[in-house]
């Protein structure tokens, strides 16, 4: 079993900031590609994030220079700092993560698809209001 457990969702105002974190093992940490993803009501699951074991990180294009990605091994997360948020940005957002996808997150190259992961946690709502 993976341990995946979102935080940090919560309501806020169109500018506003939010900081998510992914609770999980250090084992997931040093070992596994992660990533954030997010979903909608009524749209199909969005990729947001990458981030693989070796430190590269990926972002989508909607959020790249809005949205950090990074480790913490001391606290053992996967956080996401998100800033000038907007309500484009509302969603239930998810941490996945997935070892055989180790290495795959690599500039240049798509990241791998939502559905290549194997493991989700329960997803941490976020709501932007304009």
């Known amino acids: 079993q993976v341990p995946l457990v979102e935080s940090g969702g919560g309501s806020v105002q169109a500018g506003g900031s939010l900081r998510l974190s992914c609770g999980t093992s250090s084992h997931v940490l040093d070992h596994a590609c992660m990533a954030w993803f997010r979903q909608a009501p009524g749209k199909e699951r969005e990729g947001v994030a990458w981030v693989d074991s070796d430190g590269t990180i990926l972002y989508g294009d909607s959020v790249k220079g809005r949205f950090t990605a990074s480790k913490d091994s001391a606290e053992k997360t996967l956080d996401l700092e998100m800033t000038n948020l907007g309500p484009e940005d509302s969603g239930v957002y998810y941490c996945?993560?997935?070892?055989?996808?180790?290495?795959?997150?690599?500039?240049?190259?798509?990241?791998?698809?939502?559905?290549?992961?194997?493991?989700w946690g329960q997803g941490t709502q976020v709501t932007v209001s304009s």
């Open positions: 996945a993560a997935d070892e055989r996808l180790r290495g795959t997150v690599v500039r240049g190259r798509p990241p791998p698809r939502t559905d290549l992961f194997r493991y």
